[in-house]
């Protein structure tokens, strides 16, 4: 639990498996730094912002510490995250991303997508500090749980205004976990992930 200048408060959800998902990351490859190898990371990214209509959208790996935005789409098509970096993060790539800030680490904790339409109807996520940072209104998400059960992170739309994302919103950004997390496995067994038109271009 955190205390705010605002007085409100925000509860972020302990998280007992950090240690063994920072041990996963590690394995896999990911969650530590931007390379070419997130370059497919960036067009999920865009994937989830034009299926979602959304401003920014992010593919979300989150260790015991922080987050890292593996994939990242702001509206600027900023790849390096200045808008989030200016806003909130701090860090000079503007990947990262403390744990206490943002609905990933909930979602995470949950193992299960969160459909806020608006954040400030909710007391426990109206007080999160990407709401005064960066004008964050709304947040759709869903875990990225791999082969071995790990939840890795998460993909996730975000809007600065409320959004109604509806069933439609859920059963989209669901679909785009699991699309990704086949894309994971199939990576870690150095197989070619399954072609369903991406990463674009890719083909039977």
Known sequence: MTSFATGRMLLTPPDPHGPARARRLRRLDLGERPDATFDTFDAFADKVAHLTSSP????????????????????AGDRGGRALQAAACGHRSGRYLARDHGYCPHVLVRRKALVLDDVCDYPRFAGNPVVDDIGIRSYLGAPLIDRTGTALGTVCA?????????????????????????????RESRRPPP?????????P
Request: charged share 20%.
């Open 158 to 186: 975000v809007d600065t205004v409320p959004r109604p994302w509806g069933r439609a919103g859920l059963d989209t950004i669901k679909a785009l976990a699991q699309e990704l997390v086949l894309h994971i496995d199939h």
């Open 195 to 203: 072609a369903e038109g991406w990463p674009p271009g890719a083909g």
């Open 56 to 75: 920014f959208s992010m593919v979300n790996f989150i260790d015991e510490n922080r987050q890292f935005f593996a994939g990242l789409h702001t509206p």
